[in-house]
């Protein structure tokens, strides 16, 4: 049998040693890389915390964004501009009493397209039937009918422009309008253009608008702005 020697010993030792030490290095090797492993996935993760954070953000600031655009959108989509003013008129429709501050109250009773324009029936008929003819070539009367009160103390004159009517066509064209009041208690109109209403009195106008023919069938949007005293309205014709 093969006997080791003491210097056979001693290298046999080392050589153990030294496998024990790279088994060390080993190990300790292994756990560093298990280490930075956890470090990059913790880094990583909050990477995508951060990422989805901030994806979140983003989308929030586009929403509201979008819905203050929408807001803005519908507030100006109620202006009016005409010449170079620009306003949000209050809405009214056919039959409403619109009161204006100590100034007047007024009703839209109808409106109408036609060559030819009638008195109302408001007041008695008159035994020869009276009307107002546009005669000019390809255009027809848009009449705008309202009842006027004067709510103030002082008398409001048809020359003083106590109250005013722009038309404006499919959001485009505008046309300027005039009045024709009818006598007092009678559906026939006055011969001058120099009505009053008296304080407290209630007169029938009828705001008179020289419009294309084509107008009255091609079905186009179609509004009246009113304005009195400062104060402005919108009335859709169609």
């Given at each position: 049998?093969?006997?080791?020697?003491?210097?056979?010993?001693?290298?046999?030792?080392?050589?153990?040693?030294?496998?024990?030490?790279?088994k060390?290095?080993?190990?300790?090797?292994?756990?560093?890389?298990?280490?930075?492993?956890?470090?990059?996935?913790?880094?990583?993760?909050?990477?995508?915390?951060?990422?989805?954070?901030?994806?979140?953000?983003?989308?929030t600031?586009?929403?509201?964004?979008?819905?203050?655009?929408?807001?803005?959108?519908?507030?100006?989509?109620?202006?009016?501009?005409?010449?170079?003013?620009i306003?949000?008129?209050?809405?009214?429709?056919?039959?409403?009493k619109?009161?204006?501050?100590?100034?007047?109250?007024?009703?839209?009773?109808?409106?109408?397209?036609?060559?030819?324009?009638?008195?109302?029936n408001?007041?008695?008929?008159?035994?020869?039937?009276?009307?107002?003819?546009?005669?000019?070539?390809?255009?027809?009367?848009?009449?705008?009918?309202?009842?006027?009160r004067?709510?103030?103390?002082?008398?409001?004159?048809e020359?003083?422009?106590?109250?005013?009517?722009?038309?404006?066509?499919?959001?485009?064209?505008?046309?300027?309008?005039f009045?024709?009041?009818?006598?007092v208690?009678?559906?026939?109109?006055?011969?001058?253009?120099?009505?009053?209403?008296?304080?407290?009195?209630?007169?029938?106008?009828?705001?008179?608008?020289?419009?294309?023919?084509?107008?009255?069938?091609?079905?186009?949007?179609l509004?009246?702005i009113?304005?009195?005293?400062?104060?402005?309205?919108?009335?859709?014709?169609?």
């Amino acid at each position: 049998m093969k006997t080791f020697l003491d210097e056979q010993f001693s290298e046999l030792e080392q050589e153990l040693k030294m496998t024990n030490k790279s088994k060390s290095l080993l190990r300790n090797k292994v756990l560093q890389n298990t280490v930075i492993i956890k470090k990059r996935d913790l880094k990583n993760n909050r990477v995508w915390q951060y990422n989805t954070i901030t994806v979140i953000l983003i989308a929030t600031v586009i929403i509201f964004l979008a819905t203050q655009s929408l807001d803005t959108l519908r507030h100006t989509t109620n202006k009016v501009s005409y010449g170079n003013e620009i306003f949000e008129p209050s809405e009214v429709k056919m039959k409403d009493k619109v009161v204006v501050q100590d100034y007047i109250e007024f009703t839209i009773q109808s409106n109408e397209l036609g060559e030819i324009i009638y008195p109302s029936n408001l007041g008695v008929a008159p035994i020869t039937p009276m009307y107002m003819f546009n005669g000019n070539k390809g255009e027809i009367w848009l009449d705008i009918l309202v009842t006027v009160r004067n709510t103030s103390s002082t008398e409001l004159s048809e020359a003083g422009d106590f109250m005013d009517i722009k038309i404006i066509y499919d959001d485009r064209e505008e046309f300027s309008s005039f009045t024709r009041f009818e006598r007092v208690g009678e559906s026939k109109f006055t011969s001058l253009n120099n009505s009053i209403i008296k304080p407290l009195q209630t007169r029938v106008v009828h705001f008179l608008t020289s419009v294309p023919a084509s107008i009255e069938k091609d079905g186009k949007p179609l509004k009246a702005i009113i304005t009195a005293n400062g104060e402005n309205y919108e009335y859709v014709i169609r």
